[in-house]
Structures are given as C-alpha cells and as structure tokens.
C-alpha cells in the first residue's frame, strides 16, 4: 500500500474519531448532564419540529415534552421518590419514550420490559427490578395477567388505553396531571453514575438480567451514533427494532433525539412493509440488526426498495456477505456498524464503511481503548493462562475472546454490573495481565487484523470442536448462504461415540425450494471437512428473541433424533456423498457405530 494511501485512510479515521471522542466528553461525567437535562435541550432547540411521524400524523417535539412532563407530575402525585422504579410494558410507539424521559424529569428509574414475555419470565423481570408500578398497554393485559398469576408481584398496574383486572386508568391519571415542566431541582440529587433505566439481557440461555443502565452510559449511546452518522434535524430514522433494548431504544432513538430529527416508529418489523414505509415516510436513516438485514436481501424485489431515502444505516451484527448484498442491491451510501453491550465496557465503532469490521482501534490508539482479545480454551470455555498464570494476548488474525479493562474512574470503562452480584461477578476475570486488574468478559470470539479491524467470529458456547478442529457457528452460517435458503442457525450436537460435536444447521427456506445436491456441492467447496454441517433441519420458521437473535438451546438438546423431530432431518451420508433423508435405521446406525461419521 503507497504511502499516500495510507496517509489518506489514516486522514479520514481519525477525522471520524475525533468527531465521536469530543462528543463523548461533551456529556462526561464532568459534564454533570443527566438523561433529561439532555433531551430537554433539544426540545427547546426544536419544539416546534416533528419528533415523531405516525399513520395519524407528526408528533411535535412540544407535544412530546407536554407528555413526559403529565408523566413526571403523576408519578409526583403518587409519592414515588428519586432510585425507585417503575416498569414499563409497552409495544413500539412513540409514547414509550416520553413515559421513561418523564419518569426521568423526576429522577425515578424505568425498568424496561420485553413485551414478548409472559408468566414466569414476565413475572421474574417486574420482581428482580424491584417494581413499585407497572404501566402496561392493554394489549398486553393478558400476558401481564399470566405474570400476576405466578405470584410475588407487588406492584399496581397501570393500563393504557384501556382497564384490565387488577389495573388502574393511567390515560384517566395523565389527563388531570399539568403538561408543566417539574422543577429541576427535584432530581437535582441525581447523580449522572446513577441508574436511568434497566434493560435486560435476551434471557436465551436462562431467565433474563437486568443491567443497570446510567445516565452517562445512556448519555454515550444516545450521542455517538449520531456523531458518526452525521445526524442533522432534517434526519428521520426508520424504527422497526424494539425500543426495550439499547440498540433501538437509546442507540437509534438518540439519532433523532439528540439532533432534532424525527422518529418513524412501527410496530415491529415486517420485511414485506419495509420499503413502502420506507419511502412514504421519508426516512433517511435505518437501525439495524444483522438478521434483518439478512431477511431483506432475502425478499423478493419490490419497486419500493428504489425509491426510497436512505443515506444510511447503523446497527450491528451484519455479516460481511450479507453486508456488501446489502450495500449493493439497495444502493445505500454507508453503513455505521457498531459492537457493544448494554451492560458491557466494551465499545467500537466502524465509521469508515470498511465491509465486515465492526471498528477498528489501531495500534497507536490501542492504549486509548479498553479492548484486548485473549486466547481462548473452547473445552473449558474460559481464557487461556501461560506459565506466569496470566491470560496470552492474540496475535494479528487469531481468534480470542475480547474482554474490556474495568475501570470505576473512566466512566467509559466501568462495568454497572447487574442487579444480582452474583451475576455480575461472573462477568469480571481477575489477575489477567498482573496482579489485581479486573477486566469485563463480553462472551465474543473476535480477531483483529494488523491494521487494527476487528471482526466479530461467534459467541462464546457457539463455537464448537470436531474432529480435533474449531468450528465457527457464524462461518458454517455464512456458507449457507445459498439460493432458497432464508436464515441459517448453526449449532452443535452429540454424537454418541465420537468427541466433540458435530454440525447441524436448522434451515429455513420460506416458499423456496432447495436444491439439496447443489447445497451439498456448494457446502464442500466452500467448507473444510471438519466445518461442514452433518445434519441439516428444515424448518418452516426459526424461533428468535426480539432482537433476532436466534435461540439454540432447544434446538441442541433435541439433537438430530428424527423421533423426537417433526421438522424433516437430512444426513451428509459419508459412503453416498449427498444429503439423504435420515430416517430412523440410519439414526440407529450413526448411533451404535455401524455408520461412521
């Protein structure tokens, strides 16, 4: 690479960091903002812009605020004091975020909700977060119900549009409050360390956590985004990601909210009202996850998808393949992917449109950043130590886990924990590179190139060993990108007799149908032997978490039995060389050790 090459790369990044750091330090801790302080000041900036643009029409940034400010004097009328919380239990509208910015005007803390839980799960959020009140749109009554139902909810429901048993009116409530602004000085003991919100983890390999989530962690992530987006006022940011998680919520609310731009809110996502939305709208901006980048380039053409505004898209966990299908089949400009956690310490950003990265720290700038990638033992799924008993850093290109250095006096680096200490300790690796440190462990398999990109590999337990060798979940994934195939869950399976497991991919192909023998040919030139899936499931759908993630768990406990199976199961038979069906003697077969695999 010439020498001017690299002067101009290197130009442009650190242009693009600059941008993101100084507006990092712009709401510090030193700064003394709060959450509320922060949108306040954009609502006075833009009062009379659209905040919100729905089916029934704009929503201004006034009318926004008159909103939280009913909210904030309720939650006074009802005695609630600073530190306690409230539940919120809402589907995407643009009241979500007005009820938690004005419980925030009085310093009460929102507990965020997933509104796809019910009983045990439901119940097991509204009682860690240690609810006084739960404020639930009655379209969810009946879930919330099956919550009360298990027991040791204490808290009262408050219903909008519309009363379920148990429940109090909490349109009734919010019209007699004033639309007047409370006075500041009732949150002024807040602290901007303290908690704002808690959101919860996905909850796919257990019961959910609740991670505390500060006013200066919120802060971050409602500014940065925007920074390396370029967000202006005349921005409208399409939302079809769910705003109880950060990366909707905060991350892509923030890209309005913090410049004065209005907010498209649906629902939830639908990949046939995409693109009509889309253009109707006006939208220029679009958060993202990588499944649903996945399900678009998967869809069928429509005139739509060339009409449309976008300039730009942010979000996380795109696929390098689906990445550049992405780019190049909806024309968009640039793509801010970004890696990070709601309760983690760890924060990139890819600002410069480099395919697959998900942001780059080089290695002038390493001592500026808190990231590290160690090496990794996938049998006990913990770090690697060396003689010294210390963790081993990775060279350039090899796979480690990435853990980020705690430190409580970088409010960028501290790790909140979550409500349990004996979850949170479960997260920190102590005594890693000397005696004493304690550093956050994310659970991601990343490497990171000699130029400083790193790339995201698999979640930690998604990796896993046959026949002697590492395999990929998300790399398997990648080489089944193959026409008719929608999404691929990759995971691993026992197979009695033999060590480790072996590869099995849930497919899901929609109204397509597969061509079984081109996958098989595809699958061999493009995979070592050792990464090929065995077995491969076709479902009509694959079960996922509100955020797309795709759920493993149930899939790797029922195996590749075809009696405990209703989906049809396919063998990559080792003596016919193609997929066969796999019926219940060749089970029997693999099982006793007659079929060798």
Not at 262 to 290: C, E, H, N, Q
Not at 368 to 379: A, C, H, Q, S
Not at 499 to 514: E, F, N, P, S, Y
């Amino acid at each position: 690479m010439g020498v001017f090459t690299t002067i101009t790369r290197e130009a442009g990044f650190l242009t693009a960091m600059l941008r993101v750091l100084g507006q990092i330090k712009k709401v510090g801790p030193a700064s003394g903002l709060r959450v509320p302080d922060h949108i306040e000041k954009t609502v006075d900036r833009f009062a009379d812009r659209p905040m919100a643009l729905t089916d029934e029409g704009e929503v201004s940034y006034a009318q926004f605020d008159a909103y939280a400010n009913r909210v904030a004097n309720w939650a006074l009328e009802q005695g609630m004091k600073p530190g306690e919380t409230v539940a919120l239990f809402m589907s995407n509208r643009w009241e979500y975020i007005a009820v938690w910015f004005g419980l925030s005007k009085v310093g009460l803390v929102t507990s965020l909700i997933n509104n796809q839980l019910q009983g045990n799960s439901l119940a097991h959020c509204l009682t860690i977060g240690e609810t006084r009140h739960s404020i639930v749109e009655a379209s969810l009554a009946e879930a919330y119900l099956s919550a009360e139902a298990c027991g040791g909810i204490e808290a009262q429901a408050w219903s909008v549009d519309g009363e379920f048993a148990s429940s109090r009116d909490f349109n009734a409530a919010l019209q007699r409050q004033s639309d007047a602004r409370p006075d500041p000085s009732v949150r002024a003991a807040v602290k901007s360390s303290e908690p704002v919100l808690k959101m919860f983890t996905s909850g796919t390999t257990g019961l959910p956590k609740a991670a505390l989530m500060t006013h200066v962690r919120a802060l971050y992530y409602l500014n940065i985004f925007g920074i390396a987006a370029k967000c202006t006022e005349q921005d409208r940011m399409m939302m079809v990601l769910p705003l109880y998680h950060a990366t909707g919520g905060l991350c892509g609310v923030g890209c309005a909210l913090t410049y004065g731009g209005a907010l498209v809110i649906r629902p939830k996502f639908s990949a046939s009202a995409f693109w009509p939305d889309t253009v109707r709208f006006g939208a220029t901006l679009f958060m993202y996850v990588g499944e649903l980048c996945r399900f678009l380039v998967n869809s069928p053409e429509v005139p739509d998808e060339h009409a449309h505004q976008l300039r730009c898209a942010i979000g996380n966990g795109m696929r390098r393949d689906v990445w550049e299908q992405f780019q190049e089949r909806f024309k968009l400009p640039q793509i801010v992917e970004f890696y990070g956690s709601t309760e983690g310490n760890v924060g990139l950003v890819n600002a410069t449109n480099q395919p697959g990265a998900i942001g780059r720290v080089p290695s002038y700038l390493r001592s500026r950043f808190n990231i590290d990638l160690v090496k990794f033992d996938l049998e006990s799924e913990m770090p690697l130590r060396g003689a010294d008993g210390h963790c081993v850093v990775c060279a350039p290109d090899e796979v480690g886990e990435a853990i980020g250095r705690i430190d409580p006096e970088d409010a960028r680096f501290r790790f909140d924990g979550y409500g349990s200490e004996e979850d949170t300790e479960k997260k920190i690796l102590r005594n890693v590179f000397k005696p004493g440190d304690a550093w956050f462990r994310t659970g991601d398999l990343m490497t990171r190139d000699r130029l400083g990109y790193y790339y995201f590999v698999d979640r930690v337990g998604d990796t896993y060993r046959w026949k002697s060798e590492n395999v990929s979940t998300g790399e398997v994934a990648e080489a089944l990108n193959f026409d008719g195939i929608e999404q691929a869950n990759v995971y691993g399976v026992e197979v009695q007799g033999h060590a480790g497991r072996a590869g099995m991919a849930a497919l899901v192909a929609g109204h397509h149908v597969v061509d079984l023998e081109a996958l098989h040919e595809h699958i061999h030139n493009a995979l070592p032997a050792f990464a090929r899936p065995l077995f491969l499931r076709l479902q009509q759908q694959t079960d996922t978490t509100g955020t797309f993630k795709l759920r493993k768990v149930e899939l790797v406990k029922e195996g590749f039995d075809p009696d405990q199976i209703e989906d049809p199961l396919y063998l990559d038979h080792p003596v016919i060389g193609k997929y066969v069906r796999l019926t219940r003697e060749l089970y029997e077969q693999i099982v006793d050790g007659r079929l060798r695999v």
